[in-house]
């Protein structure tokens, strides 16, 4: 089957922009993440969801950034006027069940350059 | 301060050896750990895991070793192989949170 999507694949927004990143999960699955990679670092946790529920935004950087998933399967991450600073890939992966966290099936992101 | 921290940022082994990536944490309230893959331009691949209550897990070519009391924990690759070649990340799970290295690049010359 499809593992999980994400889109678009590259985004280039100008200072200020508001951007919209999709993350469509594989078929079925329980729990979504949303996490941030700077250049030459590992995975920074934003947020967490199960079904449609946010049960963890304590990663999230600023009240510019919002996540939502309202029908349990297709999740937007929302960053409102971009700074240079958001510039990073933006991964996305979902978990088959609630009780196997450690299981979670990454997309290839989404690299956000703000010029 | 980085609770999850991969001192080497690079590894290069022969084909055939062992390579033993090495990874140190600060918090003792994680209850699972983790190494993933990547390759370039793609996601990270989940490898394998060990709950915080074992300290050892095997899977194939691939065993992870956990030190409580040293809060360490090391991923041994036997017999290391060129498809190898990656970037592998350890990390942390406490809750739905998980918390990563930034990364050890293993290199396997043939």
């Known amino acids: 089957g499809a593992g999980v999507s994400q889109s678009p694949r590259y985004k280039v927004a100008k200072r200020g922009q508001d951007v919209a990143l999709r993350c469509d999960p594989i078929s079925g699955h329980v729990s979504l993440f949303w996490y941030q990679q700077a250049l030459g670092q590992g995975p920074e946790f934003l947020t967490y969801?199960?079904?449609?529920?946010?049960?963890?935004k304590s990663g999230l950087p600023s009240d510019r950034f919002f996540a939502e998933r309202p029908e349990g399967s297709v999740s937007t991450l929302k960053i409102q006027r971009t700074q240079q600073e958001d510039s990073a890939v933006y991964l996305c992966?979902?978990?088959?069940?609630?009780?196997?966290?450690?299981?979670?099936?990454f997309g290839a992101g989404t690299r956000l350059s703000v010029l | 301060d980085q609770q999850v921290k991969q001192n080497s940022p690079s590894l290069s082994v022969q084909e055939g050896r062992i390579s033993i990536l090495n990874c140190d944490y600060t918090?003792?309230?994680?209850?699972?750990f983790l190494w993933y893959k990547k390759y370039p331009a793609e996601g990270p691949t989940f490898l394998i895991s060990?709950?915080?209550?074992?300290d050892k897990n095997e899977d194939g070519r691939f065993t992870v070793f956990l030190n409580k009391s040293a809060k360490h924990l090391s991923l041994h690759i036997v017999p290391s192989q060129p498809g190898d070649s990656a970037v592998y990340f350890c990390a942390a799970r406490t809750g739905g949170k998980s918390t990563f290295g930034d990364g050890t690049t293993l290199t396997v010359k043939p």
């Open positions: 918090n003792s309230m994680f209850d699972y």
């Open positions: 992966a979902s978990s088959p069940r609630e009780d196997r966290l450690d299981i979670q099936y």
């Open positions: 060990i709950s915080s209550i074992k």
């Open positions: 969801f199960q079904n449609e529920a946010q049960l963890d």
